[in-house]
T-cell receptor, first 115, second 113 residues
Framework: DARVTQTPRDKVTEMGQEVTMRCQPI?????VFWYRQTMMQGLELLAY????????DSGMPKDRFSAEMPDATLATLKIQPSEPRDSAVYFC?????????????FGPGTRLTVL | KNEVEQSPQNLTAQEGEFITINCSYS?????LHWLQQHPGGGIVSLFM???GKKKHGRLIATINIQEKHSSLHITASHPRDSAVYIC???????????????FGKGTLLTVNP
């Protein structure tokens, strides 16, 4: 059945290292989201794309984070350099369609630990 | 003060009980969302509503725009309903869609058999 996939599922890295998280949206979905979840802040929307173009990335720290969609089947979220405060679960989600709202389907998340 | 406040933070119920989770927000919105996060971490979108009431199975969501308040009700609760329930609000983005979500901290529901 169709689902959003994310890799890796778990990542442990040292402070200062580059981290790349990948997401494969559901085939045919043209809107892709990146979220971050921490115990302190809960869920936060980092950025989202429509038809591979960024529609809103106001929630994303610009100095170290970058999000891209190299093609319609792959979204990436990079952190360089990583810091301990980036430790969180990062979720990708995708949805079909344009204006209005269509149900978002979430991936299983990438649990990032920065030591 | 957070833009989205949920209550209670934690809720324990016995199987079969009627459950209510509340969400209040302080900003103008175009839609309100309820999501469910399972113990394993998976997130499911339950409802989006901008007025009135929506029902799906044993779940009912209501919203009062004037009072800036929404409730999620679960009838005949079951242990499998145990999860974190998250309220979120959205305003229209530049593309005319309701995807720019701001989340509450969630309500942890435990339903005991």
């Amino acid at each position: 059945d169709a689902r959003v996939t994310q890799t890796p599922r778990d990542k442990v890295t040292e402070m200062g290292q580059e981290v790349t998280m990948r997401c494969q949206p559901i085939l045919g979905h043209n809107t892709v989201f990146w979220y971050r979840q921490t115990m302190m802040q809960g869920l936060e929307l980092l950025a989202y794309f429509r038809n591979r173009a960024p529609l809103d990335d106001s929630g994303m720290p610009k100095d170290r984070f970058s999000a891209e969609m190299p093609d319609a089947t792959l979204a990436t979220l990079k952190i360089q350099p990583s810091e301990p405060r980036d430790s969180a679960v990062y979720f990708c989600a995708s949805a079909a369609g344009g204006a209005g709202y269509n149900e978002q389907f979430f991936g299983p998340g990438t649990r990032l630990t920065v030591l | 003060k957070n833009e989205v406040e949920q209550s209670p933070q934690n809720l324990t119920a016995q199987e079969g009980e009627f459950i209510t989770i509340n969400c209040s927000y302080s900003v103008g919105i175009s839609a309100l969302h309820w999501l469910q996060q399972h113990p394993g971490g998976g997130i499911v979108s339950l409802f989006m509503l901008s007025s009135g009431k929506k029902k799906h199975g044993r779940l009912i969501a209501t919203i009062n725009i004037q009072e800036k308040h929404s409730s999620l009700h679960i009838t005949a609760s079951h242990p499998r309903d145990s999860a974190v329930y998250i309220c979120a609000v959205s305003g229209l983005d530049s593309g005319g869609s309701n995807y720019k979500l701001t989340f509450g901290k969630g309500t942890l529901l435990t339903v005991n058999p």
